[in-house]
């Protein structure tokens, strides 16, 4: 475990190194850097301080968001295949942001978007704890959350359709591809409350999910409190997810994909697997962010395509990879 630990700090860490040297300018890596910490005040400074520096804080955050989300969310369901989108905050947060984008909202004021991303957000949060009730199973969570999921779905689609604006529809079919340039430290400061509040409260849960292996009887045997734990855990995705969305839009995969590469790492045990998937997202959205900007620097190819296009694929070949184990 150390060793794992070790290893995912390391790679973290370089990748974090390379995510604020690497860019369209023929800079190199000391110079950089150089200008991130002693500044001079020119343009380079501000690159790296206005630009690149939040662009890479945002990668850590946004990916062991999705990621921590993802492994708790596997670990209560205990099912491999389930993901943070699935009790439907994402979608409304989604949702909150594209009728700022539509209303004009975004474009008049400066943090309009994000703003409505996080109120559409705890809207979703307070329609899945509504629907599915304080003593409800979690069968009927899943249910909740895809209900409300369709629904954020559907009322988006209306609002494409509906769109007069083709500059405002072009815009939110973009945002919702998912994407972290041209990010300020402002966004990190708009997301950082919330995500930090969904982490400790997700990084509590370690117990009560390694009692879950056990069925949902012995867990409750064993003292614990199923319909808190159930609440702590739509909290805090809902808190993780909902400001991850609302400052890099919907990017897929990284809370499906990371937790099923780590599981046997550390031994399939759910609390180990919290903090290694929180890593493990960070680790794969700095990687992908970079080969954002290496693959087609002369575009504006989205972060959420890159990590679709990589954690398919992947996913896919876990599956048939299990599949031939148990066969």
Do not use: C
Not at 62 to 74: D, F, I, K, P, T
Not at 75 to 103: H, K, M, W
């Amino acid at each position: 475990m150390e060793r794992l630990a070790i290893g995912m700090i390391a790679v973290a860490l370089a990748l974090f190194l390379a995510a604020l040297t690497i860019g369209p300018a023929a800079i190199g890596p000391g110079e950089s850097l150089r200008a991130l910490i002693a500044g001079d005040a020119g343009p380079l400074t501000l690159v790296m301080r206005e630009i690149r520096l939040p662009r890479a804080i945002l990668a850590v955050m946004v990916g062991a968001s999705l990621g921590l989300a993802g492994a708790a969310m596997q670990g209560y369901l205990r099912n491999p295949l389930a993901e943070p989108g699935l009790i439907g905050i994402s979608g409304t947060a989604a949702l909150g942001a594209v009728i700022s984008i539509q209303t004009g909202l975004a474009a008049s004021v400066a943090l309009g978007l994000p703003a409505m991303a996080l109120v559409g957000a705890l809207v979703g949060v307070a329609l899945v704890v509504a629907l599915a009730g304080s003593r409800g199973s979690s069968l009927t969570m899943i249910l909740a959350g895809i209900a409300i999921s369709a629904l954020a779905a559907a009322l988006t689609s209306l609002v494409l359709n509906l769109s007069p604006n083709p500059f405002a529809a072009n815009e939110i079919v973009f945002w919702m591809m998912g994407s972290i340039a041209d990010r300020s430290m402002t966004h990190v400061w708009i997301a950082l409350p919330f995500m930090a509040l969904g982490w400790m409260i997700l990084a509590t849960l370690g117990r009560g999910l390694d009692a879950l292996t056990l069925g949902e009887d012995a867990a409750g045997a064993m003292g614990i409190d199923l319909a808190r734990l159930r609440l702590k855990l739509i909290v805090g995705t809902a808190s993780v997810v909902g400001a991850a969305t609302s400052v890099a839009g919907a990017i897929g995969f990284v809370g499906l994909v990371v937790p099923h590469i780590l599981r046997p790492f550390v031994d399939a045990q759910p609390s180990r697997l919290l903090w290694a998937s929180a890593m493990g997202g960070a680790i794969m959205v700095l990687a992908a962010d970079i080969a954002v900007r290496l693959i087609l620097p002369d575009r504006d190819l989205k972060l959420g395509v890159v990590t679709a296009l990589v954690g398919a694929p992947l996913f896919l070949h876990l599956i048939y990879k299990t599949r031939r184990q148990l066969a």
